[in-house]
């Protein structure tokens, strides 16, 4: 239920469950780390089930084909995957560190926090929709990067009041379950939890 993903750079738990006990998740996420950069990307397809699995994880060959490139291209290539699936909602972000930066996009209903030393909680807004493979308007949202900093992305399977009050223990395994237990929608959909601290 939990996996958990170490690099001398980076620490993640992933919580992730599919709906109603279904044998396909409809989300699908991918996390990376090298010396040069981490991209972690969340894919929630439409509905549930198969075909949703089938987009989400269309979406995660993509990034991958193209993860060393930037944001804005990986969007692209993940939003041309879509054509003739059922489509998803996407959030990628990345971390640069020869540059100090993270960079970060999304179309949809996933949420994205990121927690600096500063305590300045940033929260991007995503843009409305879905990838379809259609032309689709992107906005790229470009942040410093500081060591120490945490992130917070989740599906909209996770009804969570504020992010806030938990994200400063996170990336505790037995926390991500706990907020899983208590603010899931009891089956009712796909839920995909990523938290980490960039070291």
């Given at each position: 239920?939990?996996?958990?993903?170490?690099?001398?750079?980076?620490?993640?738990?992933?919580?992730?469950?599919?709906?109603?006990?279904?044998?396909?998740?409809?989300?699908?996420?991918?996390?990376?780390?090298?010396?040069?950069?981490?991209?972690?990307?969340?894919?929630?397809?439409?509905?549930?089930?198969?075909?949703?699995?089938?987009?989400?994880?269309?979406?995660?060959?993509?990034?991958?084909?193209?993860?060393?490139?930037?944001?804005?291209?990986?969007?692209?290539?993940?939003?041309?995957?879509?054509?003739?699936?059922?489509?998803?909602?996407?959030?990628?972000?990345?971390?640069?560190?020869?540059?100090?930066?993270?960079?970060?996009?999304?179309?949809?209903?996933?949420?994205?926090?990121?927690?600096?030393?500063?305590e300045k909680l940033i929260y991007p807004l995503p843009?409305k929709g879905y990838l379809s493979g259609k032309p689709?308007?992107?906005?790229?949202?470009?942040?410093?990067?500081?060591?120490?900093?945490?992130?917070?992305?989740?599906?909209?399977?996770?009804?969570?009041?504020?992010?806030?009050?938990?994200?400063?223990?996170?990336?505790?395994?037995?926390?991500?379950?706990?907020?899983?237990?208590?603010?899931?929608?009891?089956?009712?959909?796909?839920?995909?939890?990523?938290?980490?601290?960039?070291?």
């Amino acid at each position: 239920m939990i996996e958990n993903f170490q690099h001398e750079k980076v620490n993640v738990n992933a919580y992730q469950n599919p709906k109603n006990g279904m044998y396909f998740c409809g989300d699908s996420y991918y996390v990376n780390a090298t010396d040069n950069y981490f991209i972690c990307v969340v894919a929630d397809g439409l509905g549930s089930g198969e075909f949703a699995h089938d987009a989400s994880q269309a979406v995660i060959s993509a990034a991958k084909a193209r993860e060393k490139e930037d944001v804005t291209e990986i969007m692209k290539a993940c939003n041309e995957a879509m054509k003739n699936k059922r489509g998803a909602a996407v959030s990628v972000f990345k971390v640069n560190y020869d540059k100090q930066e993270v960079v970060y996009s999304c179309v949809g209903n996933i949420r994205f926090f990121l927690y600096p030393p500063s305590e300045k909680l940033i929260y991007p807004l995503p843009v409305k929709g879905y990838l379809s493979g259609k032309p689709q308007n992107m906005k790229t949202h470009r942040f410093p990067f500081s060591s120490k900093m945490k992130f917070f992305v989740y599906s909209d399977g996770l009804n969570i009041p504020s992010v806030r009050k938990y994200i400063k223990d996170i990336p505790s395994a037995t926390s991500l379950l706990e907020i899983a237990e208590i603010f899931t929608t009891d089956g009712m959909d796909d839920v995909t939890i990523i938290s980490g601290e960039i070291l």
